[in-house]
């Protein structure tokens, strides 16, 4: 089967507006770039960590029985997945992961009630989701796509990333996605929309292949997202993708992100 290229050439915005200006020293913008990943393979590790678990727990009949939800949450090094009870106030089972994320480390399912962080961290997560329905933030949520939420404590108070998934085949679902600052009281004090779409990157195109993509961030969007990073690491694998890359005309390059030895590199083609 032939393989291609397939670009989808689709303009981006944030969406809070701020006057910019890069510095195109390639030094310099591959140490903003190396951040960029770091928190990338973070939200990767959330959210992966939270695929695993969720299927585990949906593959026991107990705990499928009295599911009621999960929450995500980083102690130390280690990122743990909760799974809730129906009425959300205690821990049916526990999936703890450290350096691999195909596989928990350590799986407890001994009932047990919510730590005090935990509490405090659910209950923040509660606050922002409810306040997202305020129609300036301008979410909505396309036929096929679900929201995932990652909730991050910073100095400040939190962070809340908000990106698609979805169950459908055949695509990488880039786009659509947010970021959320807080205060310690889950109150959003600033906030910004990554991507005015959703770009549902097809893994084939005419019957053919598709081995890599590439999407064109506007100037208010200058540089490759976490988000676009995150997305890309969890379900390039499902189709045998190796990288994908961004357009930047602020800065006149190409940023591609190589999943086999996961580096963002500067290119000019």
Not at 198 to 207: A, C, K, R, V
Request: glycine share 6%; net charge negative.
């Amino acid at each position: 089967m032939k393989k291609i290229l397939l670009f989808l050439f689709i303009y981006l915005f944030t969406g809070m507006i701020y006057a910019q200006t890069i510095d195109t020293t390639e030094a310099v913008l591959q140490i903003q770039l190396d951040s960029i990943l770091v928190e990338g393979n973070l939200l990767y590790q959330y959210e992966k960590a939270a695929w695993v678990s969720t299927d585990l727990a949906m593959g026991n009949r107990t705990l499928k029985k009295e599911f009621g939800g999960f929450f995500v949450y980083k102690d130390e090094d280690e990122i743990k997945v909760i799974i809730l009870g129906k009425k959300m106030d205690n821990c049916i089972a526990e999936y703890i992961f450290t350096d691999e994320f195909n596989n928990p480390t350590t799986v407890k399912t001994d009932k047990r009630g919510l730590s005090k962080r935990e509490k405090e961290l659910i209950k923040i997560r509660e606050i922002i989701i409810n306040a997202l329905s305020d129609k300036k933030y301008g979410i909505t949520i396309p036929e096929g796509y679900s929201p995932n939420f990652i909730l991050i404590p910073i100095e400040e108070g939190y962070k809340m990333y908000m990106i698609m998934g979805t169950s459908q085949n055949d695509l990488i679902p880039f786009g659509n996605d947010y970021l959320f600052f807080t205060n310690k009281k889950g109150e959003i004090e600033n906030w910004n929309k990554f991507h005015t779409r959703m770009i549902p990157g097809m893994t084939s195109f005419d019957g053919n292949k598709v081995t890599e993509m590439s999407h064109s961030h506007i100037k208010t969007t200058p540089l490759i997202t976490a988000t676009d990073i995150c997305t890309f690491m969890l379900y390039a694998p499902l189709y045998g993708i190796e990288k994908f890359s961004v357009y930047s005309p602020a800065i006149g390059k190409y940023m591609e992100y190589n999943l086999e030895d996961n580096k963002i590199y500067l290119k000019d083609r």
